[in-house]
């Protein structure tokens, strides 16, 4: 059958060469660095685009997606690492992230020094308010709300949502809070203790020793034993707690009319910066409202989306929503529908599926939904955060999804739940190279697969340079530290050394053809060819040009073959 597939004309200023993706640390420590690299001979003509995650910018915490604010890391980058990337042909995609901010915000910290007075003061939703006349005030003052209006919402972590801010004036005012948080005591001071309570100085040394390990031992203010001093507690407890600082995301208000001027504004600022791309983090939890579901409201998601769009349209920006769900729901088609591009999480699965099953059947049906269904993705193999699987729920069976986690995880991986639940939400934590063996040859096949596939390829850095899982990243995170086995700051030393394997050499040729082969990209039609099914042949033609992929799912190989007779191996 001849099924063809050509780039939307509504995506024609949407560049579709491929893109590297990492941290502003990634390489040599510095953008600056990235810079030099990608000076090289070896990377000329390879990427067209460049996706910089979030660190790039002023954050705190999760490696970058707790933004302070979209001014550039002066530790890692500059407007002129930026400006010399663009020198050398690169366009960028940066986050976005719609649904929250840091507590070390201008608007948060605003609200914590002014309170009721800051015009901040709804720019982060605030629990009660938002749960007025819906549920009861607890004696911990939030409302708890009514069992039929939460049962059935989604929260990423165990409990309600909230976190206590202190007013100016002592009050604690619950705000809505989805994903980090973290309050912070400071050992206090004999000398403070005396000036603000009128102490003896050795009245104020023992209540500070008490107290000060009491809060090394993770000790409540509250709930310290302050022995014969207790008459003092209260005092001592209140200039506790007055001085305690905050760490977390704290989720933006979207009805406030300050927090649309503050999405103009950094739409704005990431345009200025050359961005093409940006991608919307986070977005599904931003509109919230009273007995839904708390993540993909409708129509609240798409009322979203719709005014975004209008802001980004501005600054001729293409949004990117990111968002990981099941095949089955099909909310990748809604978002393609809406006229947005989305990111193929079935690619990384699917791959992996088809080596170890021999089988192009599930891989060939996905493609023919990108074609028929106009789908128009950004594409990968390995990402920052994980290979996702639970996806595929509805394109594979629940069987086949735990073949593949087990496959991942007896090479090394990591299994990442939701609250230790099955089902729910999960991706396996392990490089992309690691996931499929250690194999060069799967690791060539993989990217040559890719390199064929619809919409725009996007290459995380670790996997070009064939990274293995790196066990003891994950040992220096601790607890929730299973991420970092896939994000490995490598040195120019290091990629110098690695750019002489052929597993690296041949994927930088094989990314190189992708972006400069006239077949491929807006205005090229893709054509799958029949073949036994541990087989997969596919073929781009534009223009008399043409490419074809021979891949064989059983042997690990390919062949590439082209319209003026080239070939790559």
């Not at 293409?318 to 989305?342: C, D, Q």
């Not at 106009?374 to 996702?388: A, E, K, R």
Request: a negative charge; hydrophobic letters at 40%.
């Amino acid at each position: 059958m001849d099924q063809r597939n050509q780039e939307a004309n509504d995506q024609s200023h949407v560049s579709f060469g491929p893109m590297l993706n990492v941290y502003p640390d990634s390489i040599g420590g510095s953008l600056s660095s990235l810079v030099t690299l990608l000076k090289k001979h070896a990377f000329r003509d390879v990427f067209e685009s460049l996706y910089i995650l979030p660190s790039v910018f002023n954050t705190d915490l999760d490696r970058g997606f707790s933004v302070i604010d979209y001014e550039l890391n002066a530790l890692l980058a500059s407007k002129e690492d930026l400006e010399d990337l663009n020198v050398l042909g690169m366009d960028f995609k940066f986050d976005f992230i719609l649904n929250h901010a840091s507590v070390l915000s201008k608007p948060f910290q605003d609200i914590i020094k002014k309170g009721d007075q800051s015009i901040y003061r709804d720019f982060f939703i605030d629990w009660n308010r938002f749960w007025e006349g819906n549920g009861h005030m607890t004696d911990e003052g939030y409302i708890q709300p009514e069992d039929a209006l939460i049962r059935d919402m989604f929260f990423r972590k165990p409990g309600l949502p909230i976190l206590n801010v202190r007013m100016p004036d002592g009050k604690e005012v619950p705000y809505w809070n989805t994903f980090y948080q973290e309050i912070r005591y400071n050992p206090i001071d004999a000398t403070d203790l005396m000036w603000s309570m009128d102490l003896q100085y050795g009245q104020a040394q023992m209540i500070a020793e008490t107290v000060n390990q009491g809060l090394l031992e993770g000790i409540k203010p509250s709930e310290i034993d302050f022995g014969h001093m207790a008459s003092y507690k209260n005092k001592v407890v209140d200039f506790i707690e007055s001085h305690r600082k905050y760490l977390g995301q704290m989720d933006l208000n979207i009805k406030s009319p300050l927090v649309w001027d503050f999405y103009e504004d950094t739409l704005k600022k990431l345009a200025g910066y050359g961005a093409g791309i940006v991608r919307l983090d986070a977005f599904a939890y931003a509109p919230k409202a009273p007995g839904e579901k708390n993540f993909l409201n409708e129509p609240g998601t798409w009322d979203l989306l719709e005014r975004v769009k209008a802001l980004a349209d501005r600054f001729d920006l293409n949004l990117l929503p990111e968002i990981h769900s099941k095949y089955e729901e099909k909310i990748h088609e809604k978002i393609a529908s809406e006229g947005f591009m989305t990111y193929d999480f079935f690619l990384p699965g699917l791959i992996i599926d088809a080596f170890e099953n021999h089988s192009s059947t599930h891989l060939v049906q996905w493609i023919r939904d990108l074609q028929t269904k106009n789908i128009q993705t950004v594409n990968m193999l390995g990402c920052h955060d994980g290979i996702p699987l639970l996806d595929l729920k509805g394109l594979l069976s629940e069987g086949q999804i735990q073949n593949l986690i087990d496959v991942v995880v007896s090479r090394g991986g990591y299994v990442k739940d939701l609250h230790g639940k099955k089902n729910i939400y999960y991706q396996v934590n392990a490089t992309y190279y690691s996931a499929l063996g250690e194999d060069d040859q799967k690791m060539l096949l993989a990217r040559a697969i890719q390199m064929f596939m619809p919409g725009k390829p996007q290459v995380w850095y670790l996997d070009l340079f064939a990274g293995r899982n790196d066990y003891e990243a994950v040992k220096r995170a601790g607890a929730a530290g299973h991420k970092e086995i896939n994000r490995t700051n490598l040195t120019i030393e290091e990629i110098e050394a690695r750019l002489e394997d052929k597993v690296v050499r041949e994927q930088i040729e094989l990314i190189r053809f992708r972006h400069t082969f006239p077949a491929f990209g807006l205005g090229g039609s893709l054509e799958i060819i029949e073949s036994l099914p541990h087989k997969l042949i596919l073929k781009w033609e534009k223009n008399n040009y043409i490419a074809l992929l021979e891949a064989d799912l059983m042997k690990y190989t390919y062949k590439i073959s082209t319209s003026s007779n080239t070939f790559i191996k």
